[in-house]
């Protein structure tokens, strides 16, 4: 037998199974990127889970046993059910039937399908978790996880947590919360047995300005001094506590009516949307796979170089004569620039020639002029690089983003340094005149006339509104929140980047305060702007270099793409890679043979 062919076929045989095997464990999933849970294996269960501020509950199942199938809808309720908890507690899947992840169903001894385990927070690989027993329905899964918090409670909790336990007496000191952020005070009275007191403590433990403490029949002197009638038909109740001792009762329940509706009713009316509407911040997003849109949410240097090359070449200079307004408008913008622009040392020596060129233009002058000059003034020294490709704003098809991305980044860094730096500044438009700058720029060049004019419309009583430098970079990005509303769900919107109110929940939880019932949203915009200053710091405008990881991820995905579209969707697993880069080897040491 010719040992080249054979060695040949053994790389290939174990490159195909290895393929497949990774296909195939991906494919058999009863879990999806849909649900609120984490689907761990081998390679991130340590790091997910060891070590947290939050306890968790872990399914261990094997995808072929009915049960699994079966019971994998209620698991994903329950997930939904409880991801306000995530503070305290979180959920995940493992997958035992995945080859990789039997050592890891070993070591946490499953040897049942499905097992479900409850770690404590910080839970480490001592720790082999507890045992859930009993029924598995919703209810029961998460009285079982109340049990188990109550239990473990004395071992100490992360101060984030809300407190589960009972008032044990009232007193005036309850009302020092307000000291802590606190704006509402608020008692839930029940029989001990009841759990539901503490699954709306739970439900609302991520609404940081909110305190529900539990109060229960047997403790009669704080009963008595809440004036709580105790009877099957007046309990639980939902009390606002007052300093002054004028309490108020939200709601007033009974014994017969079940948990989920008294927190539905709860969460509605102190949330200001459905409980199952709500959407949660990931504890630990950084450990969850990105889409390639959400990789791209920071400044990135190319798309500001590519927004200010563009503006001078593709729309000033298309202008036929620049006068009047228009050549104020121009000179403005270059002396922002001039100033305010966190650019490299060659470009900002080329902006500082170009703004002294223009300076000392009195009477017009044509956009052909404006072209030569953008031309004659660069030297070795003072440049502007050419248009490169978009990183940040880069769309998932080259008709999505762009160009106007670029220019709304642009000109929130120019607002944000503005408001930084303005005293430092000798000459030139200052503080809030930035943004007036920046109007007009948009009412005078910006080629989208559509754009223009909308913008125009939002900024009639701009003067009014904007009365520093602050309400400046506010405004403009309400403006932008404003024409992102517009264009949600728009043709133009490139669908692995929708339209969103900046900034996401992810990126900053505590700029919002809440989302009303009508589904508009609560800024806390003193928080809002320490983030806009971050966001468009220039300490955190990356370099190309910082996209790598992410261009290549999106590569990937392209040809996973392609993969599908031939009918099959391999992944390759680690092991694949290695093995593909075996197989090169391989081939490269035949030629050699
Ligand atoms: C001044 C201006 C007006 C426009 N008006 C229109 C219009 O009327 N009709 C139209 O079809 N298109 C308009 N556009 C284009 C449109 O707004 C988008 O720029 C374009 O659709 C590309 O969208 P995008 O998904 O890349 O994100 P963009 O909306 O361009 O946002 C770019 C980046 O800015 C950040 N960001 C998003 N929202 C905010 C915010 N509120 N505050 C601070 N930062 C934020 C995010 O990091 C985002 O990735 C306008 C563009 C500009 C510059």
């Keep these: 037998m010719n040992f080249k062919y054979l060695i040949f076929n053994a790389s290939q045989f174990i490159l195909l199974f290895s393929i497949s095997l990774a296909y195939k464990s991906r494919q058999s999933s009863l879990y999806s990127d849909d649900d609120p849970l984490w689907e761990l294996d081998s390679s991130n269960f340590n790091g997910v889970i060891f070590g947290k501020n939050n306890a968790w509950i872990v399914e261990f199942y094997n995808n072929w046993c009915g049960h699994c199938i079966r019971y994998a809808p209620t698991w994903k309720q329950f997930a939904r059910e409880i991801r306000t908890w995530k503070k305290v507690i979180d959920v995940a899947v493992v997958n035992c039937n995945d080859a990789q992840n039997i050592n890891l169903c070993r070591y946490y001894e499953v040897d049942s399908f499905p097992t479900i385990k409850l770690f404590w927070h910080h839970t480490t690989a001592n720790d082999s978790g507890e045992m859930l027993e009993g029924k598995r329905d919703i209810i029961s899964v998460e009285n079982r996880i109340i049990d188990f918090l109550e239990t473990n409670w004395n071992r100490g909790v992360p101060k984030e947590w809300p407190n589960i336990q009972p008032l044990e007496k009232y007193s005036h000191e309850i009302f020092d919360e307000f000291n802590e952020g606190k704006q509402s005070i608020m008692a839930f009275a029940e029989y001990p047995y009841n759990y539901v007191g503490r699954k709306v403590i739970l439900d609302l433990s991520f609404q940081t300005n909110l305190l529900v403490r539990r109060v229960l029949t047997r403790d009669e002197d704080i009963i008595k001094n809440l004036k709580i009638e105790v009877s099957n038909e007046t309990l639980p109740v939902l009390m606002r506590l007052n300093p002054d001792s004028y309490h108020v009762t939200i709601f007033k329940f009974s014994q017969d009516m079940n948990d989920t509706y008294i927190r539905d009713q709860i969460y509605h009316n102190l949330v200001g949307v459905e409980r199952s509407k709500t959407k949660i911040e990931d504890a630990h997003s950084e450990g969850k796979p990105k889409d390639s849109g959400t990789m791209a949410e920071a400044v990135y240097r190319i798309d500001l170089e590519n927004a200010v090359y563009n503006s001078l070449n593709k729309e000033i200079a298309v202008a036929k004569m620049i006068e009047g307004e228009k050549l104020f408008a121009l000179k403005s913008y270059l002396s922002i620039l001039k100033n305010y622009f966190p650019g490299t040392k060659p470009i900002m020596g080329y902006l500082s020639n170009l703004h002294d060129w223009a300076a000392n233009k009195t009477a017009a002058i044509s956009g052909e002029e404006f072209a030569q000059a953008l031309q004659d003034i660069q030297n070795d020294a003072e440049y502007i690089p050419p248009m490169r490709d978009w990183v940040g704003c880069k769309g998932s098809k080259p008709k999505y983003r762009g160009y106007p991305c670029s220019l709304w980044t642009l000109f929130h860094t120019l607002t944000v340094q503005a408001d930084k730096r303005s005293d430092k500044i000798q000459e030139g438009p200052k503080g809030k005149d930035v943004l007036f700058v920046i109007r007009d720029y948009i009412k005078y060049f910006f080629t989208c006339e559509e754009c223009s004019k909308n913008f125009q419309k939002m900024a009639t009583n701009i003067e009014d509104e904007v009365k520093n430098s602050q309400d ?46 009508n589904g508009e949203i609560v800024w806390d915009k003193a928080v809002v702007l320490q983030f806009l200053h971050k966001f468009y710091d220039e300490q ?14 999106v590569d990937d995905q392209g040809e996973q793409e392609n993969n599908s579209a031939m009918g099959v969707k391999f992944i390759l697993s680690p092991t694949s890679a290695l093995l593909l880069l075996l197989l090169s080897y391989f081939h490269q040491s035949l030629k050699i043979f």
């Design 540 to 553: 955190n405008i990356l370099s190309a270099d910082h996209r790598k990881a992410s261009d290549s991820l």
């Design 472 to 517: 400046a970079l506010l405004w403009l990005w309400e403006a932008h929140n404003k024409a992102n509303h517009r264009l949600s769900g728009d043709v133009t919107e490139d669908p692995k980047h929708p339209k969103i109110q900046f900034p996401s929940p992810q990126i900053c939880s505590k700029c919002r305060i809440r989302d009303t019932l």
